[in-house]
């Protein structure tokens, strides 16, 4: 106690942000995160507006031998956002994005959202991969992998890094590009925040939209699988072009007809990386499969398409557990497995999902970025989301089965590791998913984060 006594009088010299501490106008919401089954008390929340202020804070952190937990958007399921007594660096202050159109690169702060990124670079008809929900973070997306629609021909988040500033454990403030401190930004790619605060990004753009062809045909489960087995082959001749995803749900809501309401249904979710039109030809035939409950596709504005599923996930009104898992192939059995699983759902909230890899993503070398091997082909994804707390075990149990049950169907015991959990699985998942990158990136996280003080995530441990 007496450390955590000490660590509430933090003074602000040098500090240019907001500090909150238990019992503050403004700690709670300060301290929620996305997920409501999250509910940790930091002993301070340093809110910084900019580089400095993160400076201060690591170095203050340091000092008191104070573990760090980092929040850009808050939308980790496991929430490593926010800890139990320690220091909460919260950078929703440091939302900024700059757009060099001639350069068709994007600076991006620490804090920002998708959105953020995603309004200020078609601004210019040029867009980054990112997620798909728009009010997630671009840091803890990309830090991960970062899997949205463009990766069929531009590949993950990572794979358009340029560079990053790193607030490091020792409170330095150092830059990480090809030229510089590039085992950092090998470790990224992919590594999760193991490694210090990023207060900027420096990313690749590419020229896409304003408008471009979503397709989202929904079919019902009950009417069976074929149609989700002719938009596998699809994908095996046209994955160069098509981010996509086969999401299983509950139809309700206006947009549906009422006859659908309470069914389980799945949509053949797909962005066409490319000329709007053309891709409204090529993805016909996906709108072709059978009888569909409705059909929600069309041609879009880019950023109407990557807030389309953000009123499904609204930030703090469920109770959420995420797992996922990269899968060798989909065979006709793994397909019958995830209908199953669909349908068994507890709550008519909760989502599963296929996603499909190849293109861009797949043409990235094992050891190129830490991220680690692409040559998996698909990924399954179960997102239980309820609202109650006594159904929290039957939601989290559906989520358990349907990952145990695929797991004959796995890549090499690999996991998305922005989709963990809620963390129990952490050092066997990491290790796992890492494969041979792991033991680099013990030798990186040593070098920069000797004391682990950035702990709060698919956590790597350093050297002794």
């Known amino acids: 106690m007496d450390k955590l006594r000490d660590a509430l009088e933090l003074h602000p010299d040098g500090f240019g942000g907001e500090i909150f501490r238990p019992g503050d106008a403004g700690f709670d919401d300060a301290r929620?995160?996305?997920n409501a089954m999250i509910d940790r008390q930091p002993g301070v929340i340093a809110r910084c507006r900019d580089a400095?202020?993160?400076?201060?804070?690591?170095?203050?952190?340091?000092?008191?031998?104070?573990?760090?937990?980092?929040?850009?958007?808050?939308?980790n399921v496991a929430g490593h956002a926010v800890c139990d007594g320690g220091v909460m660096i919260d950078l929703t202050l440091m939302r900024g994005v700059d757009v060099d159109a001639s350069r068709q690169v994007a600076s991006v702060q620490g804090g920002a959202l998708w959105r953020n990124v995603d309004a200020a670079s078609q601004a210019h008809g040029l867009a980054m991969p990112g997620g798909l929900i728009s009010d997630t973070g671009v840091a803890g997306l990309t830090l991960s992998g970062g899997i949205g629609w463009l990766r069929a021909q531009h590949g993950l988040a990572i794979d358009n890094l340029i560079s990053a500033d790193v607030v490091t454990g020792d409170g330095s403030l150092i830059h990480a590009g090809v030229d510089e401190n590039s085992d950092l930004l090998w470790a990224l790619k992919g590594g999760g925040g193991n490694f210090g605060v990023v207060v900027n990004f420096e990313f690749s753009l590419h020229p896409i939209g304003p408008e471009v062809m979503f397709a989202a045909p929904i079919y019902a489960v009950e009417d069976g699988p074929g149609p989700i087995r002719a938009w596998r082959d699809f994908l095996a001749k046209h994955g160069d072009f098509v981010g996509s995803l086969c999401e299983f749900s509950t139809a309700g809501g206006e947009d549906f007809p009422e006859e659908s309401w309470g069914k389980r249904v799945y949509t053949l979710?797909?962005?066409?990386?490319?000329?709007?039109?053309?891709?409204?030809t090529l993805l016909q035939p996906l709108r072709e499969l059978g009888d569909m409950v409705t059909d929600f596709s069309g041609r879009m504005n880019y950023c109407d398409v990557q807030q389309l599923f953000d009123t499904l996930m609204p930030a703090g009104d469920y109770r959420c557990y995420w797992k996922a898992r990269y899968l060798s192939g989909l065979p006709d059995e793994m397909i019958d497995m995830a209908m199953a699983n669909a349908a068994s759902a507890p709550s008519d909230n909760s989502l599963s999902s296929l996603w499909n890899f190849g293109g861009a993503t797949a043409k990235i070398a094992t050891d190129a970025t830490?991220?680690?091997?692409?040559?998996?082909?698909?990924?399954?994804?179960?997102?239980?989301?309820?609202?109650?707390?006594?159904?929290?075990?039957?939601?989290?149990?559906?989520?358990?089965?349907?990952?145990?049950?695929?797991?004959?169907?796995?890549?090499?015991?690999?996991?998305?590791?922005?989709?963990?959990?809620?963390?129990?699985?952490?050092?066997?998942?990491?290790?796992?998913?890492?494969?041979?990158?792991?033991?680099?990136?013990?030798?990186?996280k040593t070098k920069y984060d000797p004391e682990n003080r950035f702990r709060f995530n698919q956590n790597i441990q350093p050297e002794d």
């Open 32 to 34: 929620a995160v996305w």
């Open 52 to 75: 400095k202020d993160v400076v201060t804070a690591v170095k203050w952190a340091r000092a008191k031998d104070l573990p760090i937990a980092i929040r850009a958007g808050g939308h």
């Open 269 to 280: 979710a797909c962005v066409y990386n490319g000329n709007a039109e053309e891709g409204e």
């Open 370 to 444: 830490a991220f680690g091997d692409r040559s998996m082909g698909w990924m399954y994804s179960l997102d239980s989301v309820w609202s109650e707390l006594s159904d929290d075990d039957a939601n989290i149990a559906w989520s358990r089965e349907g990952w145990s049950n695929s797991e004959r169907f796995g890549h090499h015991g690999r996991a998305y590791l922005n989709f963990p959990g809620h963390g129990e699985d952490n050092a066997s998942l990491t290790r796992a998913s890492f494969g041979a990158n792991y033991q680099r990136l013990v030798e990186i």
